[in-house]
């Protein structure tokens, strides 16, 4: 499958450039110039499948020009020690769960496909890759187990100070041998702001093959469509019901990769962008302009993104039309007392703990199916386990959350982070001279 640069339709690269290069020169992101179609029968074929096996068929589907299919297997096998788990919440809400990695968040399932697929570029081609990532919260700790132990890779995960909670912070800070943690004197934009500019410095690229583990990298964004696929096969029998799924989002690669499948051919009527304060997508969807706002603080803080990437991806995709991408998704934002009212709503009327980000789903599918008012298939993803954000589910609950054992092993390691402001030539020597 060929790329293209949204900057310019006639620069084209295959995967492992697009993969290796991360961004164009001109700091543009790829996205599939032509995305392989799958049609019903197929997907009824793989149906009842495990989830390895329906990621190796809709793998090799979108990867048969890039990944040698014995190649793919082993990334896949290696990967996905673990799948997303669906639970119903009542008749007419199901909740589709991916924090059932090693680092208890949906980004386990891109980041170790994506860390697989590297470590067999950096051996294929005999050379040491370098990887930066910026992360409001998730990314780091997925990123980082992800590619932990791996030879000729070494990877910077840069996070913003005190802006996350403190076992995410821990999830990353803890981190050494080939995986860097840095601590930026700023907000996340701040933090993506340094990555891109690093990915642009000639200088810098000289010296090191950089290459990133953000939702920019279609190595990280492709792969997360696998999981749309098997959760909805699971949800729907009948492939004439229609099926919404709202997607909590912040820089908006997952809901992205939802769009890359539906336009692959998987039957979704309608995806449902769910955010916080940090509306610029939400308001874009009532306006038609897309204006982004400096970051605001939230529970949902992985979500805490002012100036999402991939907004200009999700535009290439309907080819900047407005009217196109306002009839396929639908979109609603939350401050912290709607995270905290569905919190408390889904425990006591359905047993079900939420974290806040998942909150923001919940709110959101709700808030769609209460507009449409028809007998779909309502479905939202849950991205993270409430263990992660103990603190704020317990204040809202009054009860105790208990953390899993792979959290409380990394609450008693040593912080291995260092701190930096948030001034690109002081990151850039650091990077020359560690």
């Known amino acids: 499958m060929k790329y293209y640069n949204i900057n310019n339709r006639a620069e084209v690269v295959d995967f492992e450039t697009a993969v290796l290069n991360n961004v164009a020169k001109d700091g543009g992101l790829y996205i599939p110039c032509e995305l392989p179609q799958v049609n019903i029968d197929f997907l009824k074929e793989i149906k009842n499948l495990s989830f390895k096996e329906i990621s190796f068929n809709i793998g090799r589907t979108i990867f048969k020009d890039d990944i040698p299919d014995n190649i793919l297997a082993t990334i896949i096998d290696k990967a996905f020690t673990f799948e997303p788990t669906i639970k119903e919440l009542n008749e007419d809400i199901r909740v589709i769960e991916l924090f059932n990695g090693p680092t208890l968040s949906f980004k386990d399932f891109a980041a170790r496909f994506m860390a697989n697929y590297m470590s067999y570029l950096a051996e294929k081609y005999g050379k040491k890759l370098t990887v930066l990532v910026a992360t409001s919260g998730d990314t780091g700790s997925a990123v980082a187990n992800a590619f932990y132990g791996i030879d000729n890779i070494k990877v910077y995960v840069l996070y913003p100070s005190q802006r996350i909670s403190k076992i995410q912070e821990m999830q990353i800070a803890t981190f050494d041998e080939n995986v860097q943690p840095i601590e930026i004197e700023g907000t996340f934009d701040d933090c993506q702001g340094l990555v891109k500019k690093a990915f642009v410095d000639e200088d810098l690229n000289k010296k090191l093959n950089l290459t990133s583990s953000n939702s920019i990298n279609v190595a990280r964004l492709v792969p997360q469509s696998l ?10 029998d009948d492939f004439n019901k229609k099926i919404a799924i709202c997607v909590p989002s912040g820089n908006f690669g997952n809901l992205t990769a939802g769009i890359l499948s539906k336009k692959m051919g998987l039957p979704v009527y309608k995806y449902v962008a769910a955010t916080n304060c940090n509306d610029s997508f939400i308001r874009f969807l009532k306006t038609g302009k897309f204006e982004p706002n400096p970051t605001i603080k939230t529970y949902a803080n992985a979500m805490d993104v002012g100036n999402p990437n991939n907004f200009q991806r999700l535009y ?21 007392n709607d995270m905290i009212d569905a919190i408390k709503y889904a425990y006591e009327y359905h047993g079900y703990v939420l974290e806040p980000h998942g909150a923001c789903g919940y709110k959101g599918i709700i808030s769609f199916k209460n507009e449409v008012n028809n007998s779909h298939i309502y479905a939202f993803l849950e991205t993270a386990h409430p263990g992660k954000f103990k603190d704020i589910v317990e204040m809202v609950l009054q009860v105790e959350i208990e953390i899993p054992e792979s959290l409380k092993q990394c609450l008693s390691k040593k912080k291995n982070s260092i701190k930096l402001p948030d001034d690109f030539k002081v990151f850039k020597n650091y990077l020359i001279e560690n």
Not at 227 to 236: A, G, N, P, R
Not at 323 to 334: C, L, P, R, T, W
């Open 316 to 336: 290439a995709l309907y080819n900047n039309s407005f009217e196109k991408i306002k009839s396929e998704i639908a979109g609603y934002s939350f401050d912290n």
């Open 227 to 236: 999981y749309y696929f098997y959760s909805v096969l699971k949800l729907i």
